[in-house]
């Protein structure tokens, strides 16, 4: 934070968001930011939401390089589709308070805007691992090119997995995502650069939105504040999930594959069949989707006095959601 300036805002390096990350989503490496406040939403990976200076995130503006990427319908922002940012060494500027940004959503609480990871000038690379509980495995490999072409070109790829059974071991709570960043440049002469940035995240998770009775959890202390008919056949654990149930091998084998949205550039609202996440289980909250970025940078200094930069952008959107339909006992 700069104290000499008049506008409160706050960056965070990519080396301070990785150690704060873990196995964790971008949303809980900011609460430990100045006036935001995350909470957990869905209660499955990156379901969490914002909240900047007490405004929630469809009266927060969010971008990735400099790109709106709030919902255009209600405003909010699905972190579920950009765990990507947690594995290219992004950066995080964030300002509190309202801002000129007024897409989609009135910037109110403030703007945050994900700065992706710049090629650097020297070549380099890595591979991570993380392990986490829920049979949580996550694995991100990123190489850099450095200068080549002359000192002209560089380029950045980092492709990453994971796959999980479950979020802080709730059940049905899995994740299947894959991400990919590219990020080229190339400098035409002394005073045109372009520069290519394309990335995304398809995935598929589970949900626990709906809440139960204080006694599934721990009886013991439902029965200490009130509740008299408490008993321990009630407690089912913190890992239930009233969406989630084992099923028998007869009863997977009828259900058979589950339809799958095919993410292939041009296929369309194309799905196919694939094996469902869970052998001998089934959950009845799902969402898939995937919202790729492209986008296309000229940088011209027209003078000493005077930069000018254009953008070319196609920001996509492919997916849904499963939830109850008509009666469930």
């Given at each position: 934070?700069?104290?000499?300036?008049?506008?409160?805002?706050?960056?965070?390096?990519?080396?301070?968001?990785?150690?704060?990350?873990?196995?964790?989503?971008?949303?809980?490496?900011?609460?430990?930011?100045?006036?935001?406040?995350?909470?957990?939403?869905?209660?499955?990976?990156?379901?969490?939401?914002?909240?900047?200076?007490?405004?929630?995130?469809n009266?927060?503006?969010?971008?990735?390089?400099?790109?709106?990427?709030?919902?255009?319908?209600?405003?909010?922002?699905y972190?579920?589709?950009w765990?990507?940012?947690?594995?290219?060494?992004?950066?995080v500027?964030?300002?509190?308070?309202?801002?000129a940004?007024?897409?989609?959503?009135?910037?109110?609480?403030?703007?945050?805007n994900?700065?992706?990871?710049?090629?650097?000038?020297?070549?380099?690379?890595?591979?991570?691992?993380?392990?986490?509980?829920?049979?949580?495995?996550?694995?991100?490999?990123?190489?850099?090119?450095?200068?080549?072409?002359?000192?002209?070109?560089?380029?950045?790829?980092?492709?990453?997995?994971?796959?999980?059974?479950?979020?802080?071991g709730?059940?049905?709570?899995?994740?299947?995502?894959?991400?990919?960043?590219?990020?080229?440049?190339?400098?035409l002469?002394?005073?045109n650069?372009?520069?290519?940035?394309?990335?995304?995240?398809?995935?598929?998770?589970?949900?626990?939105?709906?809440s139960a009775?204080?006694?599934?959890?721990?009886?013991?202390?439902?029965?200490?504040?009130g509740?008299?008919?408490?008993?321990?056949?009630?407690?089912?654990?913190?890992?239930?999930?009233?969406?989630?149930?084992?099923?028998?091998?007869?009863?997977?084998?009828?259900?058979?594959?589950?339809?799958?949205?095919?993410?292939?550039?041009?296929?369309?609202?194309?799905?196919?069949?694939?094996?469902?996440?869970?052998?001998?289980?089934?959950?009845?909250?799902?969402?898939?989707?995937?919202?790729?970025?492209?986008?296309?940078?000229?940088?011209?200094?027209?003078?000493?006095?005077?930069?000018?930069?254009?953008?070319?952008?196609?920001?996509?959107?492919?997916?849904?959601?499963?939830?109850?339909?008509?009666s469930?006992?």
């Amino acid at each position: 934070v700069d104290a000499k300036s008049s506008i409160a805002y706050t960056d965070v390096s990519p080396e301070e968001l990785e150690l704060r990350l873990g196995t964790r989503g971008i949303p809980q490496a900011l609460s430990l930011t100045p006036n935001v406040y995350t909470e957990t939403n869905g209660g499955g990976y990156d379901d969490e939401n914002i909240a900047v200076r007490g405004f929630t995130d469809n009266y927060t503006s969010f971008l990735i390089n400099g790109i709106p990427v709030n919902d255009m319908e209600n405003g909010n922002l699905y972190f579920s589709n950009w765990s990507v940012l947690a594995d290219i060494g992004t950066s995080v500027q964030l300002q509190r308070g309202q801002s000129a940004v007024n897409l989609a959503t009135p910037s109110v609480g403030g703007t945050i805007n994900f700065v992706s990871a710049l090629p650097s000038q020297d070549a380099s690379g890595s591979v991570k691992y993380l392990l986490g509980n829920g049979n949580h495995n996550k694995f991100t490999v990123k190489a850099n090119t450095g200068l080549i072409m002359g000192g002209k070109a560089n380029l950045t790829i980092a492709l990453g997995k994971r796959f999980a059974d479950s979020y802080g071991g709730r059940d049905g709570t899995y994740s299947d995502a894959t991400s990919y960043y590219l990020n080229g440049s190339y400098a035409l002469n002394d005073k045109n650069r372009f520069e290519f940035i394309t990335l995304g995240s398809p995935q598929r998770h589970g949900h626990a939105f709906y809440s139960a009775k204080l006694k599934t959890w721990d009886y013991e202390y439902a029965k200490e504040l009130g509740d008299t008919e408490a008993t321990a056949e009630d407690e089912v654990g913190r890992s239930y999930n009233t969406e989630y149930n084992t099923i028998s091998d007869a009863a997977a084998a009828k259900l058979g594959q589950v339809a799958r949205a095919d993410w292939m550039p041009g296929s369309g609202w194309n799905f196919k069949e694939t094996d469902r996440y869970y052998d001998n289980a089934i959950t009845a909250r799902h969402n898939y989707f995937y919202r790729p970025i492209t986008q296309l940078n000229h940088y011209m200094k027209a003078s000493e006095s005077l930069d000018v930069i254009t953008t070319f952008l196609h920001v996509g959107g492919e997916g849904g959601g499963t939830g109850r339909y008509g009666s469930f006992p």
